[in-house]
């Protein structure tokens, strides 16, 4: 059973830092991963998607890796602004012969990012 | 496009009531999913439909959960008789492609059984 862990579960930082957001799964044989963002009160935001054959994926100031093998990616916030204090969460999506349940995301329970001014 | 939509957004009623939460899926996508979310087991998938027809309910928790899709841009999920620890944030989220494509979340709807 695939599972999926996200360290620090909070992470508190001064405006204009660089971070670095950690989740790490069981299986490595995933068919790809996405990172989401959740604001209090609110659904998801789908910040990047990294395909298995992807090493990494950048979105503005986001920057997302994927090391399949290890089981481990990284979602990099350059430059930390208020406006990031989230709840970040990471989810895998099985596959290979995974019998034909590969439609399946596995969330991480969340980084809670706060950045302050 | 106005993204996912659901409804209502917060939900409060007593155990034993039935409770139906609503969802409309973004104009094109052919899959649809439901998820619950709770601070203890975080976002778990109940139930997913593509092309309207429910393709995996394994999540459904209990009988007293049913999910309907009959139509491409409406879906339902009924509790009932709800129970206190039902309480929760419920989420639909729809893709364009289940298997590779992002999928696309709603606000939720918050739902408090007393």
């Known amino acids: 059973k695939q599972e999926v862990t996200q360290i620090p579960a909070a992470l508190s930082v001064p405006e204009g830092e660089n971070l670095v957001l950690n989740c790490s799964f069981t299986?490595?044989?995933?068919?790809?991963l996405q990172w989401f963002r959740q604001d209090p009160g609110k659904g998801l935001t789908s910040l990047l998607l990294?395909?298995?054959?992807?090493r990494e994926q950048t979105s503005g100031r986001l920057n997302a890796s994927l090391d399949k093998s290890s089981g481990r990616s990284t979602l990099y916030i350059a430059a930390s602004q208020p406006g990031d204090s989230a709840t970040y969460l990471c989810?895998?999506?099985?596959?290979?012969?995974?019998?034909?349940?590969?439609?399946?995301?596995?969330f991480g329970k969340g980084t809670l990012l706060t950045v302050n001014p | 496009d106005a993204g996912v939509i659901q409804s209502p957004r917060h939900e409060v009623t007593e155990m034993g009531q039935e409770v139906t939460l609503r969802c409309k899926p973004i104009?094109?996508?052919?899959?649809l999913f439901w998820y619950r979310q709770t601070m203890m087991r975080g976002l778990e998938l109940l139930i997913y439909?593509?092309?309207?027809?429910?393709?995996?309910d394994s999540g459904m928790p209990e009988d007293r959960f049913s999910a309907k899709m009959p139509n491409a841009s409406f879906s339902t999920l009924k509790i009932q008789p709800s129970e206190p620890r039902d309480s929760a944030v419920y989420f639909c989220?729809?893709?364009?492609?289940?298997?590779?494509?992002?999928?696309?979340f709603g606000p939720g709807t918050r739902l408090t059984v007393l």
């Open positions: 989220a729809s893709s364009l492609r289940a298997i590779v494509g992002e999928q696309f």
């Open positions: 299986d490595s044989a995933i068919y790809n």
């Open positions: 990294i395909q298995s054959s992807q």
């Open positions: 989810a895998v999506r099985v596959g290979g012969d995974s019998g034909g349940s590969n439609y399946k995301l596995t």
């Open positions: 104009s094109g996508h052919n899959s």
């Open positions: 439909f593509n092309n309207n027809v429910p393709i995996d």
